[in-house]
């Protein structure tokens, strides 16, 4: 057993490669260029979360809407995202990486279009489910390009980077939302949807500049441009030598192969039977690698982030804020929270690993939830709990910037096998968003049942549930290469387990896995 795992270790890694030189400290410049540009795609749901957070409240009133139907509005697009997403799996090992991001983009601009120009109730929630399916390909595909862009010495601080454009893109909804709403009731919110043609035709020109992802251009057997887009993107010549015998070894080529073209079966080049793989005969490693990825992304929106980013203006309202003016710029401050954290994220988490920060991050998220519900439900009797209760919301944002909002799109997206990434990530994507389209269409009837302190009593419970899963089923992935990756998974009780264990860089136990085809 151990000569076969050598002569794997030796087919993988060319003795030709020479000795590693020493890591750069800097980050590629053209791998940070490309992450720039896939993760801008991001800021559609991130405007579109953004905008109708203050949207809403005009459109109520210009199309005398029910709480209801403002709740569906709202949190329709979640929903609507699914099709996209699943589909984006797909199009992308067909079309590729690049052009999927583009029929995103075009895909969202027609949706803002349709918004911009909506008559009634039913014509903007058509718009709204046209701009579901270009978010879910926007979700999708930023942070699967990145990661097969990266190279793993600064992969998660460049996966990262789309969280920081949806943070991004709530920020510029909010402006919007401020910029505009002076204007008529039945004028201000058709620019406050409508100006997100903008971002979207960005998009379309922006990505038609980029390399595509090499990771597919193996795939397609296209040797000599994976191997020119990896020596721009990697850390050194030899980064570039090893990344490519790795991704040989996943697709199935020898890793002796030297030819610029070579013809893969049609089935492994457009990524049929990955759904077989993934839900009909997984391996252990594979059930591992699929519930971390549904997990991390159930409990990142189960623990209510999106009912504080699209209904900070009733909870202002709740502890006492009425004013228009007022409300709107205190739910700036939200984007701003977001946003400057987010930025902090992602200077960490290629220092301190995703494991650490994810843990910390949901623990202030359990502090400020459960504080927040203390603060809502004493606001009335207390004057000092409103600026109390506003910094508990500025505190649950910020946490969750910092860890579990990024470290959710860069885990799912690192951990899935070459051949299973592109829909395996979409499967993520969408538990993301049907979490987060019933969080967003029910907040309103949750609260009023259970009060609002209540309700983020509830938020502060699941959040408690999501620390013990993080803590127990995800390992560590930091400066591990994407194929190295696979490995780490396939024991569920490797936190318990006291044989054949090991620890990381950072101290992170981690159980060998015997069922990797690493």
Same mark, same amino acid.
């Given at each position: 057993?151990?000569?076969?795992? $050598?002569?794997?270790?030796?087919?993988?890694?060319?003795?030709?490669?020479?000795?590693?030189?020493?890591?750069?400290? %800097?980050?590629?410049?053209?791998?940070?260029?490309?992450?720039?540009?896939?993760?801008?795609?991001?800021?559609?749901?991130?405007?579109?979360?953004?905008?109708?957070?203050?949207?809403?409240?005009?459109?109520?009133?210009?199309?005398?809407?029910?709480?209801?139907?403002?709740?569906?509005? =709202?949190?329709?697009?979640?929903?609507?995202?699914? @099709?996209?997403?699943?589909?984006?799996?797909?199009?992308?090992?067909? @079309?590729?990486?690049?052009?999927?991001?583009?029929?995103?983009? =075009?895909?969202?601009?027609?949706? +803002?279009?349709?918004?911009?120009?909506?008559?009634?109730?039913?014509?903007?929630?058509?718009?709204?489910?046209?701009?579901?399916?270009?978010?879910?390909?926007?979700?999708?595909?930023?942070?699967?390009?990145?990661?097969?862009?990266?190279?793993?010495?600064?992969?998660?601080?460049?996966?990262?980077?789309?969280?920081?454009?949806? &943070?991004?893109? /709530?920020?510029?909804?909010?402006?919007? &939302?401020?910029?505009?709403?002076?204007?008529?009731?039945?004028?201000?919110?058709?620019?406050?949807?409508?100006?997100?043609?903008?971002?979207?035709?960005?998009?379309?020109?922006?990505?038609?500049?980029?390399?595509?992802?090499?990771?597919?251009?193996?795939?397609?057997?296209?040797?000599?441009?994976?191997?020119? /887009?990896?020596?721009?993107?990697?850390?050194?010549?030899?980064?570039?030598?090893?990344?490519?015998?790795?991704?040989?070894?996943?697709?199935?080529?020898?890793?002796?192969?030297?030819?610029?073209?070579?013809?893969?079966?049609?089935?492994?080049?457009?990524?049929?039977?990955?759904?077989? $793989?993934?839900?009909?005969?997984?391996?252990?490693?594979?059930?591992?690698?699929?519930? #971390? +990825?549904?997990?991390?992304?159930?409990?990142?929106?189960?623990?209510?982030?999106?009912?504080?980013?699209?209904?900070?203006?009733?909870?202002?309202?709740?502890?006492?804020?009425?004013?228009?003016?007022? %409300?709107?710029?205190?739910?700036?401050?939200?984007?701003?929270? %977001?946003?400057?954290?987010?930025?902090?994220?992602?200077?960490?988490?290629?220092?301190?690993?995703?494991?650490?920060?994810?843990?910390?991050?949901? #623990? !202030?998220?359990?502090?400020?939830? @459960?504080?927040?519900?203390?603060?809502?439900?004493?606001? &009335?009797?207390?004057?000092?709990?409103?600026?109390?209760?506003?910094?508990?919301?500025?505190?649950?944002?910020?946490?969750? #910037?910092?860890?579990?909002?990024?470290?959710?799109? /860069?885990?799912?997206?690192? @951990?899935?096998?070459?051949?299973?990434?592109?829909?395996?990530?979409? =499967?993520?994507?969408?538990?993301?968003?049907?979490?987060?389209?019933?969080?967003?269409?029910?907040?309103?009837?949750?609260? *009023?049942?259970?009060?609002?302190?209540?309700?983020?009593?509830?938020?502060?419970?699941?959040?408690?549930?999501?620390?013990?899963?993080?803590?127990?089923?995800?390992?560590?992935?930091?400066?591990?290469?994407?194929?190295?990756?696979?490995?780490?998974?396939?024991?569920?009780?490797?936190?318990?387990?006291?044989?054949? =264990?090991? *620890? $990381?860089? !950072?101290?992170?136990?981690?159980?060998?896995?015997?069922?990797?085809?690493?």
């Amino acid at each position: 057993m151990n000569e076969q795992n $050598d002569a794997s270790s030796d087919q993988t890694r060319a003795p030709d490669f020479g000795p590693p030189p020493k890591p750069k400290s %800097k980050t590629n410049k053209f791998a940070f260029l490309c992450a720039i540009l896939a993760s801008m795609s991001s800021i559609l749901l991130g405007y579109d979360t953004g905008v109708m957070s203050g949207a809403a409240i005009y459109i109520k009133e210009d199309f005398k809407l029910s709480d209801v139907e403002v709740e569906i509005l =709202v949190g329709i697009i979640n929903l609507y995202s699914l @099709i996209g997403a699943a589909a984006a799996g797909r199009t992308s090992d067909l @079309i590729g990486r690049r052009y999927t991001m583009v029929l995103g983009g =075009v895909i969202f601009f027609v949706a +803002a279009v349709l918004m911009g120009l909506a008559t009634n109730y039913a014509f903007l929630m058509f718009g709204r489910f046209v701009a579901g399916i270009g978010v879910g390909y926007a979700l999708m595909i930023a942070p699967v390009y990145t990661t097969e862009v990266a190279p793993s010495s600064s992969r998660g601080f460049l996966t990262s980077f789309p969280e920081v454009f949806i &943070n991004t893109g /709530v920020l510029l909804g909010y402006v919007s &939302n401020y910029v505009f709403f002076k204007l008529p009731t039945h004028l201000g919110w058709r620019f406050m949807l409508g100006i997100g043609i903008f971002p979207s035709a960005f998009l379309i020109l922006i990505v038609l500049i980029m390399p595509e992802s090499p990771r597919w251009l193996v795939l397609q057997g296209r040797l000599a441009d994976a191997t020119a /887009v990896l020596h721009r993107t990697s850390d050194s010549l030899h980064d570039a030598q090893l990344r490519l015998t790795d991704i040989k070894q996943a697709v199935g080529i020898p890793s002796h192969c030297t030819d610029d073209v070579i013809h893969l079966p049609k089935r492994r080049r457009r990524g049929q039977d990955v759904w077989k $793989d993934l839900f009909l005969r997984p391996t252990p490693t594979v059930r591992h690698i699929l519930i #971390s +990825a549904i997990g991390i992304h159930f409990f990142q929106q189960a623990s209510g982030i999106d009912a504080v980013v699209l209904y900070s203006p009733r909870i202002f309202e709740q502890v006492g804020i009425t004013s228009s003016n007022h %409300k709107l710029l205190a739910t700036m401050a939200v984007g701003f929270s %977001k946003t400057i954290f987010i930025l902090v994220a992602t200077f960490l988490l290629d220092k301190i690993g995703r494991r650490r920060l994810l843990l910390a991050s949901v #623990s !202030g998220k359990i502090l400020s939830l @459960i504080s927040l519900g203390f603060g809502l439900l004493i606001v &009335n009797r207390r004057r000092w709990a409103v600026g109390f209760c506003i910094a508990m919301v500025l505190s649950d944002v910020a946490f969750f #910037s910092i860890g579990m909002g990024p470290i959710a799109w /860069v885990y799912s997206s690192e @951990i899935f096998p070459l051949k299973l990434r592109a829909q395996g990530a979409s =499967v993520g994507v969408i538990v993301n968003r049907v979490t987060s389209g019933v969080v967003g269409m029910t907040f309103i009837s949750l609260y *009023k049942a259970i009060t609002i302190s209540g309700a983020f009593y509830l938020f502060g419970g699941v959040a408690v549930v999501s620390w013990l899963f993080f803590y127990f089923v995800l390992p560590e992935t930091r400066g591990r290469t994407l194929e190295e990756i696979e490995g780490l998974f396939g024991n569920f009780l490797w936190k318990f387990e006291k044989n054949n =264990v090991e *620890k $990381d860089e !950072g101290g992170i136990q981690l159980r060998s896995n015997p069922n990797s085809t690493i």
